[in-house]
């Protein structure tokens, strides 16, 4: 089974309780997984189910979410026995892919399959996003939650429930592929920051200083600089939050936004007829 599987990419994502005493484990509610083929980005299999904690009482009864998975959610749903068998059938012998998986998720479906006195599935591989795009494609979104991401790309409102999430980190990579993939054949003195005084290209600061410029003469911040509209709830998948300021979306030239813009939707129909591995391969040239 292993060598049928070896090649092929399963993203998967739990949802679970969340521990709120010392000692208490976390229990899991939710599993969601797609298989994907890594040469052509065809979705081959996805499964999703909710699952039932041996205790009930650890599932809360009201959400903050109105998505939220809820007590009676999952009191008729099977427990993790019952669906271990599945599960174990899309994980092992494949590659796993997801967010920040190998702190969370991977630890969580070993946990589930110990409790039940039976062996975990095993990967042929591990791709876990957050780190593989903190390395490439920094941090010009912000944190690197899958939320931020997915809110910096325009993908919609993070479910957080583990189908929908698992499919939109999948979209996110692309998309952050995409980009490095396009910024690889931008000239050298863009990417080496010599772009800051060309009157030609429009960066952050300079369409600020063109649409308000007393604010910025005088140094003055603005009021709303720094602060959210909306108070981001937290995750208990969550990467560790950071202080130090993220780096800015790379500025295009205002004579070729149109065609850039073109650019970037001829390539995202091209990404999805290419393999992932051939993007990543060319985008890593950005970084070297």
Not at 23 to 29: A, E, I, S, T
Request: proline share 6%; with cysteine.
């Amino acid at each position: 089974m292993q060598g049928n599987n070896a090649s092929e990419i399963v993203f998967f994502d739990l949802e679970t309780t969340v521990p709120n005493r010392t000692g208490q484990r976390f229990c899991v509610l939710e599993f969601g997984a797609i298989v994907v083929c890594p040469r052509k980005l065809v979705e081959l299999e996805s499964y999703c189910t909710l699952i039932r904690p041996t205790d009930l009482s650890v599932v809360p009864v009201r959400s903050g979410r109105s998505d939220g998975i809820i007590r009676d959610a999952v009191a008729e749903a099977p427990s993790f026995d019952e669906v271990a068998d599945k599960i174990f059938s899309i994980l092992d012998g494949r590659i796993w892919a997801g967010h920040n998986i190998q702190r969370f998720d991977c630890v969580r479906i070993r946990e589930a399959f110990a409790e039940i006195n039976r062996p975990a599935p095993v990967p042929v591989g591990i791709i876990d996003s957050l780190g593989v795009l903190t390395q490439k494609f920094g941090k010009r979104a912000g944190n690197m939650k899958m939320a931020t991401l997915a809110d910096y790309f325009g993908l919609g409102q993070q479910k957080h429930r583990s189908l929908e999430d698992v499919r939109m980190n999948l979209e996110v990579l692309k998309h952050c592929a995409t980009v490095l993939l396009l910024e690889s054949s931008l000239p050298p003195s863009l990417l080496n920051g010599q772009w800051h005084n060309s009157p030609s290209v429009t960066t952050r600061s300079r369409s600020l200083l063109q649409s308000n410029p007393d604010t910025l003469m005088n140094n003055k911040p603005s009021p709303t600089r720094g602060k959210s509209s909306t108070k981001e709830e937290t995750s208990r998948k969550s990467p560790p939050s950071t202080s130090a300021g993220h780096q800015r979306a790379m500025p295009y030239a205002r004579q070729s936004l149109g065609k850039m813009t073109d650019g970037v939707r001829n390539i995202l129909r091209y990404a999805k007829s290419r393999p992932l591995n051939n993007f990543l391969k060319h985008s890593r040239s950005v970084i070297r």
